[in-house]
C-alpha cells in the first residue's frame, strides 16, 4: 500500500479537488453563470465510471456538485449487472456496456456522501457513455 503523494493524486480527489474549483469559479450574481466544468475544467466533464459503496455502479458524466453536501450531480446511468468476463469497473470503462446488462434509466441524480463511500472513480469515453445511453433499460420482466 502506498500513499499518494500530489504527483500520485487519486482520481477521486483530483475529481473532488476539481469539483470545489467548479464551485469556487461560478458567477451566481447573473442568470448566466459561468459553466467551468466544460469552460476549462475538463476533471468535471470527462465521462466516468463511478463506483459508490452505497449508490452502486454509474456510467455517467459529473456534471457538478450535487444540491446535498459531499454530493456530485451525475447525468449517466446504473449500471445494476454486467456480464462477459468484464469483473471490474476498470473493464467497464475500456469495453463499455452491452445490451445483456442490466442498466437503470438514463436520469441525473445526486450521489451523495462522495468521500466517505466512493470507492472508484475512472475516466471513460463518450463514445462508451453514449453507447450505453442507446441501449434499453432493464425491467424486472426482463
Known amino acids: 500500500m ?3 503523494t500530489p504527483a500520485q493524486e487519486s482520481p477521486i480527489a483530483a475529481l473532488l479537488a476539481a469539483l470545489l474549483d467548479h ?18 475544467n475538463d476533471d468535471v466533464s470527462k465521462p466516468r465510471i463511478i ?8 456510467i455517467c458524466y459529473v456534471v457538478g456538485v450535487g444540491d446535498t453536501p459531499d454530493s456530485v450531480k451525475v447525468h449517466g446511468r446504473r449500471v445494476w449487472s454486467w456480464r462477459g468476463g468484464r469483473l471490474e469497473t476498470s473493464q467497464l470503462a475500456t469495453q463499455g456496456v ?15 456522501q462522495i468521500t466517505e463511500h466512493l470507492v472508484d ?3 471513460t469515453t463518450a463514445d462508451l457513455v453514449e453507447a450505453a445511453r442507446a441501449l434499453p433499460t432493464w425491467t424486472t420482466a426482463d
Open 98 to 112: 452491452s445490451k445483456e446488462d442490466r442498466l437503470g434509466d438514463w436520469v441525473t441524480c445526486d450521489i451523495g
Open 121 to 123: 472513480c475512472i475516466e
Open 51 to 58: 463506483r459508490h459503496h452505497m449508490s452502486g455502479v454509474w
Open 2 to 4: 502506498g500513499v499518494n
Open 23 to 40: 464551485v469556487a469559479h461560478q458567477d451566481t450574481d447573473t442568470d448566466t453563470a459561468t459553466d467551468t466544468a466544460t469552460a476549462g
